[in-house]
């Protein structure tokens, strides 16, 4: 498990020999890969491991290089919420709010954004009574998932905003390979799901992602919300068959507790905030890096043209056979999902040579029909 932080090259990190006693560090090494320890909070040791190439577990920012705090490397019991205060000081970051349970997360952030608040601001809650999901979707949100809301305020025009959803998809992506957790995969445009062999490329759901855009003081941001299927709760599925996900058929749950070493999985039964952090770090981490690569790329380019190499790489049902349905289940095209261009739209060439371009604001995809 990893908290994602950022420090400039050749700075120093601050430690803090306790919560409210910072102490300097020596200055990073410069060979990369090697853990060494940056912190002592409590008594405890935590590690950090450099990396040169982030990919797939987070980008590059600048001159900036982002670290992991591993905390498998953690011991002497430090409790969660130490950690999460922790993840937050070193990555200069609000500290997250965690509720017992809420009608909305993005409710309760669009709220935080209106009134200014800062870039990284997150509402986390163990229990949604009104959740949602794309195009108005139901979200079950019972006791046993991860229900997160960041809000971000990345430095573009607002009209690249829309291509926030791939980059917080991106983001949730990082932080279940830094958990551990293998078998994962993103489906068009940005829910998180394991495919089950090549007959069924989308398998189940992991997680989905719900962006907004609000106005306030400060400007223009964006809401990222994703709700994360954990752990089975004491009542079974966390989103249950009667739930569709705009697909004309609705996806099993996914749980990542299935897929992390089993040294790993009581983590997310005991470290709800410790949780969070990861997939929150890594979420605005990768706003941050996209919305620095676009300021350097043409407008003409399309908003998700630096998330692209990274996201195709990771879309399940790349140059399989799929069916797009509309919301209402009315099916709109067969054939190969040959990619995502960069302003978010899938291409489908049908057994005619003809290309549809389907935007996901109309429609989503699933398996294709055999023989049809």
Same mark, same amino acid.
């Given at each position: 498990?990893?908290i994602?932080?950022?420090?400039a090259?050749?700075?120093?990190i601050p430690?803090?020999s306790s919560?409210?006693n $910072?102490?300097?560090l020596?200055?990073?090494?410069? =060979?990369?890969?090697?853990?060494?320890p940056?912190?002592?909070?409590m008594?405890t040791v935590v590690c950090?491991?450099?990396?040169?190439c982030?990919r797939?577990r987070?980008?590059?920012?600048?001159?900036?290089r982002?670290?992991?705090?591993d905390l +498998?490397?953690?011991r002497?019991?430090?409790g969660?919420?130490?950690l999460?205060?922790?993840?937050? @000081?070193m990555?200069g970051?609000? &500290?997250?709010? *965690?509720?017992e349970?809420?009608e909305s997360t %993005?409710?309760? +952030? @669009?709220?935080?954004?209106?009134?200014g608040?800062p870039h990284?601001?997150t509402?986390?809650?163990?229990? #949604?009574?009104l959740?949602?999901g794309?195009?108005?979707?139901v979200w079950?949100s019972?006791a &046993? &998932?991860?229900?997160?809301s960041?809000?971000?305020?990345? #430095?573009?025009p607002r009209?690249?905003l829309?291509a926030?959803s791939?980059?917080?998809?991106?983001g +949730?992506?990082?932080?279940c390979?830094?958990?551990?957790?293998?078998?994962?995969?993103? =489906?068009?445009p940005?829910d998180l799901?394991v $495919?089950?062999?090549a007959?069924n $490329?989308f398998g189940?759901?992991?997680?989905?992602?719900?962006v907004e855009?609000?106005?306030g003081p400060?400007?223009?941001?964006a809401? !990222?919300?994703?709700?994360? %299927?954990? *752990?089975r709760g004491?009542?079974?599925a966390? !989103?249950p068959? +009667?739930?569709?996900?705009g697909?004309a058929?609705?996806?099993? $749950?996914?749980?990542l507790?299935d897929?992390?070493p089993?040294?790993?999985?009581?983590r997310?039964?005991?470290?709800?905030?410790a949780?969070?952090?990861?997939?929150?770090?890594?979420?605005?981490?990768?706003?941050?890096?996209?919305?620095?690569?676009?300021g #350097?790329?043409p407008s003409?380019a399309g908003p998700l043209?630096?998330?692209l190499?990274?996201?195709l790489s990771?879309?399940a049902?790349?140059?399989?056979?799929v069916?797009a349905v509309?919301a209402?289940?009315?099916?709109? !095209?067969?054939?190969?999902?040959?990619? *995502?261009?960069?302003?978010g739209?899938?291409h489908?060439?049908?057994g005619d040579g003809?290309?549809t371009?389907?935007s996901?604001?109309? !429609?989503?995809?699933?398996?294709?029909?055999?023989g049809?």
């Amino acid at each position: 498990m990893y908290i994602y932080i950022h420090v400039a090259e050749g700075s120093r990190i601050p430690g803090h020999s306790s919560m409210s006693n $910072p102490a300097a560090l020596t200055a990073l090494p410069d =060979k990369l890969g090697s853990d060494y320890p940056v912190a002592r909070v409590m008594g405890t040791v935590v590690c950090v491991r450099r990396a040169s190439c982030l990919r797939p577990r987070g980008p590059c920012l600048g001159t900036r290089r982002i670290l992991f705090i591993d905390l +498998a490397q953690v011991r002497l019991g430090m409790g969660e919420r130490t950690l999460a205060l922790l993840g937050a @000081m070193m990555n200069g970051l609000p &500290g997250i709010r *965690v509720v017992e349970v809420t009608e909305s997360t %993005n409710d309760d +952030a @669009m709220h935080l954004g209106r009134a200014g608040a800062p870039h990284g601001s997150t509402v986390v809650a163990r229990r #949604q009574t009104l959740g949602r999901g794309r195009r108005g979707h139901v979200w079950v949100s019972p006791a &046993g &998932g991860l229900y997160l809301s960041v809000l971000v305020r990345p #430095q573009v025009p607002r009209e690249a905003l829309a291509a926030i959803s791939v980059a917080t998809a991106l983001g +949730a992506f990082d932080a279940c390979l830094s958990l551990g957790a293998s078998g994962v995969a993103l =489906k068009w445009p940005n829910d998180l799901v394991v $495919p089950v062999g090549a007959e069924n $490329p989308f398998g189940a759901k992991l997680a989905g992602i719900l962006v907004e855009v609000g106005e306030g003081p400060e400007g223009a941001f964006a809401v !990222c919300g994703i709700g994360v %299927n954990l *752990v089975r709760g004491d009542r079974g599925a966390i !989103c249950p068959p +009667a739930v569709r996900d705009g697909m004309a058929a609705p996806l099993p $749950p996914a749980y990542l507790e299935d897929l992390l070493p089993e040294a790993a999985r009581h983590r997310l039964r005991d470290g709800l905030c410790a949780t969070a952090t990861v997939f929150r770090d890594a979420m605005v981490s990768r706003v941050d890096a996209w919305a620095c690569a676009l300021g #350097q790329e043409p407008s003409c380019a399309g908003p998700l043209s630096p998330l692209l190499p990274d996201y195709l790489s990771h879309l399940a049902a790349r140059g399989r056979s799929v069916l797009a349905v509309s919301a209402d289940g009315t099916p709109i !095209c067969q054939g190969t999902l040959v990619s *995502v261009d960069a302003f978010g739209k899938a291409h489908v060439i049908g057994g005619d040579g003809h290309v549809t371009v389907l935007s996901s604001e109309l !429609c989503s995809l699933r398996p294709a029909v055999p023989g049809a």
